[in-house]
């Protein structure tokens, strides 16, 4: 069989006379080796498919025009030229930086959907009800006037105006009114966060 | 959890049996027998012929 008793340097040389069968034995020959290295880099098909052709284009150039040098290190020079392209394609990546979905990293721990999820909607619920029910401990003036200021987001000049007191009174009642939910809060360790 | 220790890395799943399709061969080896480079006063030009 020509494919296992012929050296590398023996079809190189034949190729390089005219033997266009020889090139086909080398890369039957070496196919594997050399794909599964470039693959080992760039673990994708396609582009370790025109990695390999590009190495092999190169070879095939080198060879017709009589500019490689046969020392017994065919393999060697071949597994170079692949190396080198794939140098080259991830420089060209680099100029246009994407995100590869693998195990080692995942994009979509980074980002994230700004909607609740059922657990976070749930919990949000429940703080809500619990400022709720705060809020009906507050004296009535202070209360009303929080809930026209957080819950109907009235400005305090129409607060004043519906409540009949003075925009300062409306202000002194909002912050009593705080004061107070915190007080109510701290006494009974009640833990508001979402 | 376990799954997480015992998963192989990046380079250990690579297949060592993967080969280049059919095509990506034929290419190669059409192309080669295209080629021709021709010796015209010490200058090399490359010629694809089809």
């Known amino acids: 069989m020509i494919e296992n008793k012929t050296t ?4 190189v040389s034949a190729y ?5 069968s020889s090139i086909s034995v080398l890369i039957t020959r070496h196919k594997q080796r050399i794909y599964s290295f470039i693959y080992s880099k760039v673990f994708d098909r396609d582009v370790a498919e025109d990695i390999f052709q590009d190495t092999f284009i190169k070879v095939i150039k080198t060879l017709k025009r009589g500019a490689y040098n046969e020392e017994g290190k065919f393999i060697p020079w071949v597994m170079r030229i692949s190396h080198n392209l794939v140098i080259d394609h991830f ?8 995100f590869e979905n693998n195990t080692d990293f995942n994009i979509f721990s980074v980002l994230s959907d700004g909607s609740l999820n059922a657990e976070k909607k ?10 709720r029910r705060i809020i009906q401990e507050l004296p009535e003036d202070q209360k009303e006037v929080l809930m026209m ?9 129409d607060i004043s105006e519906q409540t009949g007191v003075s925009i300062n009174t409306a202000l002194g009642r909002m912050r009593y009114a705080l004061i107070n939910l915190r007080k109510v809060i ?7 966060t979402n | 959890m376990q799954k997480m ?7 250990e799943r690579v297949n060592k049996n993967l080969v280049p399709k059919e095509e990506t061969i034929k290419f190669l ?3 080669s027998k295209a080629l021709s480079v021709i010796d015209y006063n010490k200058l090399k030009f490359e010629a694809l012929l089809n």
């Not at chain 1, 701290?186 to 508001?192: A, G, P, R, S, T």
Request: charged letters at 40%; hydrophobic letters at 30%.
């Open chain 1, 122 to 131: 749930m919990i949000k619920g429940q703080v809500e009800e619990d400022v």
């Open chain 1, 91 to 98: 420089r060209k990546n680099n100029r246009m930086p994407k």
């Open chain 1, 16 to 20: 390089m006379k005219g033997d266009e």
């Open chain 1, 149 to 157: 200021r957080v819950y109907k987001e009235m400005s305090f000049k």
């Open chain 2, 29 to 31: 080896l059409d192309y």
């Open chain 1, 186 to 192: 701290d006494k009974h360790n009640i833990v508001l």
């Open chain 2, 5 to 11: 220790y015992f998963e192989t890395s990046r380079s």
């Open chain 1, 8 to 11: 590398d340097a023996q079809l």
